[in-house]
């Protein structure tokens, strides 16, 4: 059976409110965390959200495919048509320092890019979502990235050292506040809080998916440093530097940044 994109979106909302509930079940509670491979933490939290949203999701759409930070990967997902695309909690480190910046982050990919996505940040009671085509929403009203150039009144989001010039010393807009969540702070590109966001090397597909859809949708731009907007459900989940931003300030940001790097 195939299902409308504004179908598919409806399922992933309603997904995404009962996730965020079971996930404030746990918040500033003192969950149960565990090291995964390579150090980031992992907890009780990220894993019920994960079993709840894959049996969810998977009964409603029995042949889609299934991505997951925290779900051990099989090739299986590549021959589908779509599949899921899930980070339970996005901001692990903010959720377990008590930060409201985190969000359950899901999408639908089919032919490598998202076509329904949706980010819940639940202690701040906020749903953003996006169908291709269909524009984008937070809590029902229509997202809109800004209109500002980059420059020095320009609000920019990423990697604090970068920030700082440690690394990027080229990058001469004002630093937001940094948020935890790489979803998030690519999604306040859409909402026009901030005007720009860039990510180190080495985000996987989960992290980007939704917040992808939702800066497109919104009017943004999200591409890598050669122009090319993110492939997903790839046999490789990791991407390079990703720069998100208005339509005005993001090719310049991928110019500084590009020129920074060389």
């Known amino acids: 059976m195939t299902h409308s ?25 003192d969950p149960e965390i565990w090291k995964k491979q390579g150090g980031s933490p992992v907890t009780e939290a990220d894993m019920a959200v994960d079993d709840y949203l894959r049996l969810t999701l998977l009964e409603a759409r029995p042949d889609y495919g299934w991505l997951s930070e925290e779900t051990a990967d099989t090739p299986e997902r590549m021959g589908k048509t779509r599949i899921f695309v899930v980070d339970p909690i996005d901001g692990t480190r903010g959720f377990i320092n008590g930060d409201s910046r985190w969000c359950v982050s899901i999408a639908i990919v089919e032919a490598g890019r998202p076509i329904a996505g949706v980010l819940m940040v639940p202690v701040q009671d906020r749903l953003m979502a996006a169908s291709l085509g269909g524009g984008a929403t937070c809590d029902g009203k229509p997202m809109a990235a ?8 320009a609000l920019v989001n990423g990697p604090q050292s970068w920030l700082d010039g440690k690394s990027f010393r080229s990058v001469r807009a004002r630093g937001a506040d ?18 720009a966001a860039f990510s180190k090397p080495n985000a996987h597909d989960w992290d980007l998916a939704a917040c992808d859809l939702l800066v497109h949708e919104a009017g943004g731009r999200l591409t890598d440093l050669h122009d090319c907007a993110p492939q997903y459900n790839r046999a490789v989940l990791k991407h390079g530097i990703l720069v998100a931003g208005n339509a005005l300030a993001q090719p310049q940001l991928v110019q500084e940044l590009a020129d920074s790097s060389a």
Not at 6 to 22: E, F, V, Y
Not at 146 to 153: E, P, Q, R, T, V
Not at 181 to 187: C, E, G, I, Q, W
Request: proline content about 2%.
């Open 146 to 153: 800004s209109h500002k150039a980059f420059g020095a009144d």
């Open 178 to 195: 940094y948020v935890p969540s790489l979803a998030y702070r690519f999604a306040q590109v859409g909402l026009g809080e901030i005007d």
């Open 5 to 29: 994109h504004a179908q598919d979106l409806q399922l992933l909302q309603d997904a995404a409110r009962t996730s965020g509930r079971i996930a404030m079940g746990y918040f500033g509670k």
